[in-house]
């Protein structure tokens, strides 16, 4: 069975920084990706970002330049730094593993950004 493990959520002010993380555990073979996706209510689920077994990344634009993902894919682990968040950062963030069609998930951990 796979399980995602996510932490790292809470509370912030506009302007500082969370650092997510998410380890996964069980039978996970191909890797094709791991990342980030969120949630706001109200909204659909919307990428974050996600990082490729072969070390390529890949941001919303609304993210570039303010979040960074990394990680060891061989390890079933990613990060996602957020700094200078922004109320609209505000969100459930979901850990995804990509594993070439077939997709896992986290349960998700909530970011809130007070203004």
């Known amino acids: 069975q796979v399980q995602l493990v996510e932490s790292g959520g809470g509370l912030v002010q506009a302007g500082g920084s969370l650092r997510l993380s998410c380890a996964a555990s069980g039978r996970i073979v191909n890797i094709n990706a791991m990342g980030w996706y969120r949630q706001a209510p109200g909204n659909q689920r919307e990428l974050v970002a996600y990082?490729?077994?072969?070390?390529?990344?890949v941001y919303a634009d609304s993210v570039k330049g303010r979040f960074t993902i990394s990680g060891d894919l061989a390890k079933k682990t990613v990060y996602l730094q957020m700094n200078r968040l922004k109320p609209e950062d505000a969100a459930v963030y979901y850990c995804n593993v990509d594993r070439y069609g077939y997709e896992d998930w986290g349960q998700g951990t909530q970011v809130t950004v007070s203004s």
């Open positions: 990082i490729t077994s072969g070390g390529r990344t």
